[in-house]
Each structure stands twice: as structure tokens, then as C-alpha cells.
Antibody, heavy 121, light 106 residues
């Protein structure tokens, strides 16, 4: 079954850290760029980050640059998002999404179900 | 920064109606545009890519058009299952999404 499954969300205090995971199955993980996209409660979609198929290239939205780090372990078919210095504005449902092609200029053809991150004291 | 602006923000229409949603980019994105449908509590699902290509399994009542800075998503005959929120997304630069159009069935 072709799918992405996120995990690692939860409630965290402002200023603390959290690591999200995205486990892929049913397809050849190491040929796809993978994105993180978030959606604050009741709000629209916001792109967060992308990592190339080999992990060599990473890009971030300005709102998370310097605080979030994306990585992947192709031997485990898993994507990660390390989130540091969290603020209330980071509260959202975090999705991982597959880029249709191995490159960057592509739409997102497969999404996970999301994992909820709540930043609150 | 590139901005994507959708209109309208909300839309109420009846079954059988022809529905059009517009998406405007603040700078040219050629045809690097996708449309997604999101149902409550679910992940987005791609409908259209490259501005006008229908994704596999998407009903033919959905169509997309446009290039450069102006794009439209059209539902030729609205069905009850078409409720939800629709997002445009550019993938020419940093994957910016429009703010969404919430479609309600009357």
C-alpha cells in the first residue's frame, strides 16, 4: 500500500523542541523529493520544507529557517523534521507529501494523514 | 515574495451548477500550478497539475486553465461530493498555496 504515515506530534511548551517522522511504504522512497506542509487550525496550507531524494539539498520557508531541520534516512524509508525554538505560531497539523517527480518543480501527489503539533504552556 | 490569491474565499452553489474558482499569481509562474481538494479532517488531494492536466481518477467535470498569472478551476456540473476547500499551489518557486476557497453545496 502506497502511503506516508506521520508521527511524533504532541503538546510541547514554547521554546522546546520536537521531532516529527514520516514513514513511507509501498514505493521507492529514495527517488522522490519529500515535503513538509503544515496547516494551522482552521487555516490554509503552508509549505514548510523540502528535501531532495538523496538528502543533499534542503529548502525551508522563511518562517522556519534556522529553527527547523529536515533530514531523511533512505535505509529506513523515513523522513524527519527537527523543530527547535517552537512558538505558538508553529501550532499546526504537519503533513509530509511526496513530490510527483524526483525533482523540485512538481506538484504533491501523495500526502500523509498529518500529525498535530500544539505549542502551549 | 510570490503571492497566490484565490477568489472567491467562499462559494455556495447548487448541484448541477457550473462553478469557477480563480487563482492569481503575483508574478508569472508559466503553467506550474496545481489544484487540490481538501475535505474536512482529510489530507489534500491533487485534482489538476500543470494548470490543466487532470490527475488520474479525477472526474472529468473538473478542468483547469490558464498560464502566466491567471488560472481557473472549473467544475462543469457540481455534484454533492464536491464540497470542501480548494487550494491552488504554484511549484515554480517555493510551493506557495492560495488561501483556499470553501465550496458549500446549497
Amino acid at each position: 500500500q502506497v502511503q506516508l504515515v506521520e508521527s511524533g506530534g504532541g503538546v510541547v511548551q514554547p521554546g522546546r523542541s520536537l521531532r516529527l517522522s514520516c514513514a513511507a511504504s509501498g514505493f521507492t522512497f529514495n527517488i522522490y523529493a519529500i515535503h513538509w506542509v503544515r496547516q494551522a487550525p482552521g487555516r490554509g496550507l503552508q509549505w514548510v520544507s523540502v528535501i531532495s531524494y538523496d538528502g543533499m539539498n534542503k529548502y525551508y520557508a522563511d518562517s522556519v529557517k534556522g529553527r527547523f531541520t529536515v533530514s531523511r534516512d533512505n535505509s529506513k524509508n523515513t523522513l524527519y523534521l527537527q523543530m527547535n525554538s517552537l512558538t505558538a505560531e508553529d501550532t499546526a497539523l504537519y503533513y509530509c507529501a511526496r513530490s510527483y517527480s524526483g525533482g523540485y518543480s512538481s506538484w504533491f501527489d501523495l500526502w500523509g494523514q498529518g500529525t498535530l503539533v500544539t505549542v502551549s504552556s | 515574495d510570490l503571492q497566490m490569491t484565490q477568489s472567491p474565499s467562499t462559494l455556495s452553489a447548487s448541484v448541477g451548477d457550473r462553478v469557477t474558482i480563480t487563482c492569481r499569481a503575483s508574478q508569472s509562474i508559466s503553467r506550474w500550478l496545481a489544484w487540490y481538494q481538501q475535505k474536512p479532517g482529510k489530507a489534500p488531494k491533487v485534482l489538476i497539475y500543470k494548470a490543466s492536466s487532470l490527475d488520474s481518477g479525477v472526474p472529468s467535470r473538473f478542468s483547469g486553465s490558464g498560464s502566466g498569472t491567471e488560472f481557473t478551476l472549473t467544475i462543469s456540473s457540481l455534484q454533492p461530493d464536491d464540497f470542501g476547500t480548494y487550494y491552488c499551489q504554484e511549484y515554480n518557486s517555493y510551493y506557495t498555496f492560495g488561501q483556499g476557497t470553501k465550496l458549500e453545496i446549497k
